[in-house]
């Protein structure tokens, strides 16, 4: 709800002891007493805290508790409202951002590469093509990681058409998550015979991501329209020479019944 630390910790103490002065706060939390009061402001004028005086010494203590989830209305109300301003300034907002210059994006290690794949999944509702070593990408990114990241995808309504080289391909028994189909959002195919790579690429809107494998361990993101355009043109070329990858749904749709 975007409390600091330091307001929670003054709440709950406020629940554990009821009435409590500032200095006591501030002696209990070994937290300057500055601190207290500022942090006793903010919640009295969210609602959650009330002030009293007796004998000229100001005393705090918890409102109704129920007044948290008032807060927490007022605060999607909100939200929802600057969603709503924010829709309505994309439009202007992407036609002023394709007259920059294209950009670049570069990271390194594996906590830069999961970057580079969460600049993918701001997208909702969109449709995706992928080159994807797949069996070097569980290695590298791990089945936890890349199990989230579908059903984050799928959630997000974000399909794809997916190649993979034929000697890195994964068992679907083991890995049902990655099953194809119109409930999974994704068709695969093998690439043709002979041909195979390990470094993998994500088309998405007018964003292309490259993430290395994990000898090399980087990744970049290319924001360019006719960027994309040629990698996707590239792309089209391959998909009809190659095979498509059917799922055993036996495996493949219990995933389905988690999301």
Same mark, same amino acid.
């Given at each position: ?16 002891? *009821?009435?409590?002065? =500032? ?9 300057? +007493? ?12 969210? *609602? ?48 002023? =951002? !394709? =007259?920059?210059? %294209?950009?670049?994006?570069? @990271?390194? *290690? ?24 797949? !069996? ?5 990114? *791990? ?8 059903? +984050? +995808?799928? +959630? ?18 083991? @890995? %049902? ?14 690439? %043709? ?10 088309? @998405? ?6 993430? #290395? #494998? ?9 924001? #360019? ?35």
């Amino acid at each position: 709800m975007g409390f600091s630390d330091n307001s929670i910790r003054i709440y709950i103490r406020l629940l554990e002891t *009821g009435y409590s002065s =500032a200095r006591q706060l501030a002696e209990n939390l070994s937290m300057a +007493r500055p601190t207290v009061y500022d942090n006793l402001k903010l919640l009295i004028n969210d *609602g959650l805290v009330i002030e009293k005086e007796e004998e000229n010494k100001k005393l705090f203590s918890i409102d109704d508790v129920k007044n948290l989830r008032y807060l927490t209305q007022t605060k999607i109300e909100k939200l929802k409202k600057n969603e709503q301003m924010i829709n309505e300034l994309l439009p202007s907002l992407n036609l002023k =951002a !394709s =007259a920059l210059q %294209p950009k670049i994006k570069f @990271y390194s *290690g594996i906590d830069g590469i999961k970057q580079v794949l969460k600049d993918l999944m701001w997208n909702k509702n969109i449709k995706t093509l992928t080159m994807w070593p797949i !069996s070097e990408m569980m290695d590298f990114l *791990g089945r936890d990681y890349i199990e989230e990241l579908n059903r +984050r +995808r799928i +959630r997000q309504n974000i399909s794809i058409r997916g190649i993979w080289p034929r000697d890195k391909v994964i068992d679907f028994k083991s @890995y %049902p998550f990655m099953g194809v189909g119109k409930g999974f959002l994704r068709e695969l195919r093998t690439a %043709p015979k002979g041909m195979t790579w390990s470094m993998s690429y994500w088309i @998405y809107e007018d964003k292309v991501a490259f993430i #290395s #494998s994990r000898a090399e361990s980087f990744g970049f993101v290319i924001h #360019s329209r006719d960027f994309a355009d040629l990698i996707k043109a590239q792309f089209e070329q391959i998909w009809p020479l190659s095979k498509p990858i059917k799922a055993q749904p036996q495996y493949t749709d219990e995933f389905l019944k988690t999301l």
